[in-house]
């Protein structure tokens, strides 16, 4: 399995990831950072495209949960999960403090499938967690300040 972490991509990338992930019955979702201006609009958009059960708005703490849980696809045959935000620096009108907090909350995320499923979810089993920033083409990726490298 493909060590789960953040990639920075460009958009040329997105098709060939997009195969990869579908080729191995990844359930992908995909969101335009452009439409996003706060958080909440980011969970209530994640939790629509990853079927969550129960409602997030305005609750961190249910939505970071909800992230950590994904029975109901697991149970449809979906073997990893892959997030694609288009328009990466634009998510929340280009905040880099609220930015920050998101890459922290994925990194969450990530290590929670890469490492802590198998203790603290009976049966629980780990599971890729992609997580694509997309960048325009003539955007380094050197400009990015964090150690990560980088629709259904």
Do not use: C, P
């Amino acid at each position: 399995m493909i060590k789960n972490r953040i990639h920075k991509i460009t958009l040329e990338e997105v098709s060939k990831i997009e195969r990869q992930a579908k080729s191995e019955h990844g359930y992908i979702v995909k969101i335009d950072g452009k439409e996003l201006a706060t958080y909440n609009q980011y969970m209530l958009i994640l939790a629509e495209k990853f079927v969550f059960k129960q409602d997030v708005e305005n609750n961190v703490d249910a939505f970071l949960d909800w992230m950590r849980d994904f029975n109901n696809l697991q149970s449809k045959g979906y073997l990893s999960f892959n997030l694609i935000i288009f328009n990466w620096r634009l998510i929340f009108k280009g905040d880099k403090k609220i930015q920050e907090e998101l890459i922290d909350d994925l990194e969450f995320i990530i290590d929670f499938w890469e490492n802590e499923v198998e203790h603290v979810v009976v049966g629980g089993k780990k599971s890729s967690f992609q997580v694509y920033l997309v960048e325009q083409e003539n955007v380094s990726k050197n400009l990015f300040t964090r150690s990560f490298l980088n629709d259904k």
